[in-house]
């Protein structure tokens, strides 16, 4: 079922927030043609109306028939992408959108943090310079005439434009869905959001849902993908949690049994000592993705681990396996926790949505979060002595929740209580 429909000037553009999404787990469909039938596993569908270099007018009926044809697959959500660099005739597009999404409000967000495309006070810069000192100010065929945001976006738009800024965004979720809500009720028709950091994007987000608007997303990816993983947390679409444990103390060992008494959790037994050895560290990581893949094909919940949590398995003798390699027993934890970091890394990056991650040990979460390109965690509650729950920022799985424990750390049900908090409760932003 079409549950995001992005209508993109480009193809390239069309392929790139396509890519992005699917990193939140979803099957996009890009396409330059309306296809007759969407197949039943497509979850978004991105056309192309190649309308970035055409006459504004032209421009705008090709957005207008792109749209009739997205409100007969009835998505959940509407997003116009533009360039990065504010090329194009976005205005014109927009419009489109006003008239075929009646009583909708453009939320635009251009920024584009982790490729350096920020909105400070309303002004565009790109790594750093002035949009207009950039190729895009020198595009010989649509080149960008100004580097404020809003002055671009008046140029023939037909509606009332309101820019928001760095400071307002800084004030938090709540402060700015009052402020959008607003602005709504005054008749505003399209709202231009700074932003320098993905955390910023992640609070527009929420602020938007808080105000209760209709609305529709203008921007280059970044946001629509935040957008996406919002809904899909809200209507509980995200159902499957990867847990990844390496930690061998006995709580962790009564923890992993009484899960697996009590909820349906599928296990892959991961060999630490493959992940030792240089010569069979890959295959053991390459096979563990493989089965992983087969098992969230019908199942929600995953953990891997290390642990030795069944009867008749033997704990790795680290000192003997020192001596034997001639490497110190802080590198053989390095090597199994890097391991385990980069099979989460392989599971999180494959075709299947999740609605978070479980780590226990602090070296396997630093792992991870370094592999996902992350900046950390932003922690939202503690749910016990030290577990902790929040959510990755920055990377390719900005936001995605995470729940960390300590291997030594809670009692035999601790694990189940980090494991509901991942896969049946939903947050309230």
Partial sequence: MVKFAII?????????????LKKVGLNALSMIDFAEEVNEDIDV???????RAIHPEEAYQCVKEALKYMKSLNPMFYSKRIDSTMRGNISYEINAFFEELPGYMGICVPAFPSSKRIVINGTMLVEGNLLTNTDAGRDPKMPVSSDNVEEILKDGLNGKIKSINLSD???????????????????????????????????????????????FSV?????????????????????????ICGSVTDITIKQIRDLLNNQDVKVIKVSAKNLIDEDKRDLEIKSVTSKADLILEDNNLLLVTTTPFEEGDKRLDLVEISKERNITID??????????????????????????VYTSGGDITV???????????????????????????????????????????????????????????????
């Fill in 331 to 356: 590198e053989i934890s390095i090597l199994i926790s890097s391991g385990l970091g980069e099979i989460g890394k392989e599971i999180l990056n494959s075709k299947h949505s999740f609605a978070g």
């Fill in 367 to 429: 792992e991870l979060v370094k592999l996902l390109n992350s900046a950390g965690i932003t922690i939202r509650e503690e749910l016990e002595p030290l577990v902790a729950y929040g959510r990755l920022t920055g990377g390719a799985f900005d936001d995605l929740r995470i729940v960390t424990k300590g291997g030594m750390v809670g009692d035999a049900k601790t694990m189940e209580v980090c494991l509901n908090k991942l896969s049946t409760e939903v947050e309230e932003n």
């Fill in 219 to 243: 921007d280059p990816g970044p946001f629509s993908m935040h957008i996406a993983r919002s809904i899909l947390d809200k209507e509980n679409l995200l159902s499957k949690v990867l847990m």
């Fill in 45 to 51: 569908v991105s056309y192309s109306t190649l309308s």
């Fill in 169 to 215: 965004i800084e004030k938090g979720a709540t402060h700015l869905s009052q402020l959008i809500k607003k602005y709504y009720d005054e008749g505003i028709s399209l709202l231009v959001f700074d932003a320098v950091l993905d955390s910023h994007l992640e609070i527009i987000g929420k602020a938007v849902f808080e105000s209760h608007i209709k609305f």
């Fill in 8 to 20: 993109a000037d480009d193809l390239t553009g069309s392929n790139a927030t396509c890519s992005l």
